[in-house]
């Protein structure tokens, strides 16, 4: 009966060593991925401010155009740019679900601002463009930069 309490002891023991093992790598896991959606987020709203920057500053000139840098990626995660009347969204390409909205205040109201751009694109075109009967803002790859 020794030698059977012995070894119920043993195995046990390394049950409970294996499940603190599991239970600290899973922790671990989670703080990771928790770690990195703050990074992306964080970081699309980074990128949001700056093209809203943009797109402030030829609206104040009323004439011309900015070009803006941006980042390729985001935590190895492509993204694309899309602004839209009110609004200006940075998603993920891969997962739309990872996504910020910003809404653009002051500005849309007396104008029309579009435009869609990809992550890939590292430099994005804001242009200005007036007629008589529209201001428009337009969002674009800026092709000279790449």
């Known amino acids: 009966m020794k030698g059977q309490n012995q ?7 390394f049950a409970i060593g ?8 899973i922790n671990f896991q989670t703080v990771q991925r928790t770690s990195s959606e703050t990074t992306i987020y964080s970081n699309f709203e980074n990128v949001a401010n700056t093209v809203i920057n943009g797109i402030s500053e030829v609206v104040k000139s ?18 694309k740019i899309k602004v839209s009347s009110d609004y200006l969204i ?31 694109a590292r430099y994005i075109e804001i242009t200005y463009e007036t007629t008589p009967f529209t201001k428009l803002v337009r969002i674009r790859r800026a092709e000279k930069y790449v």
């Not at 070894?7 to 023991?13: A, F, T």
């Not at 009323?62 to 993204?79: C, F, L, M, N």
């Not at 940075?90 to 104008?111: E, G």
């Open 7 to 13: 070894i119920i002891n043993e195995v046990l023991l």
């Open 62 to 79: 009323e004439r011309g155009k900015v070009v803006v840098a941006i980042p390729d990626t985001i935590a190895s995660i492509q993204y």
């Open 90 to 120: 940075v998603s993920s390409i891969n997962d739309p679900k990872i996504n910020i909205t910003k809404r653009l205040f002051n500005i849309s109201s007396s104008h029309i601002i579009q435009g869609e751009v990809p992550s890939a």
């Open 18 to 25: 294996m499940s603190i093992a599991a239970a600290v790598i």
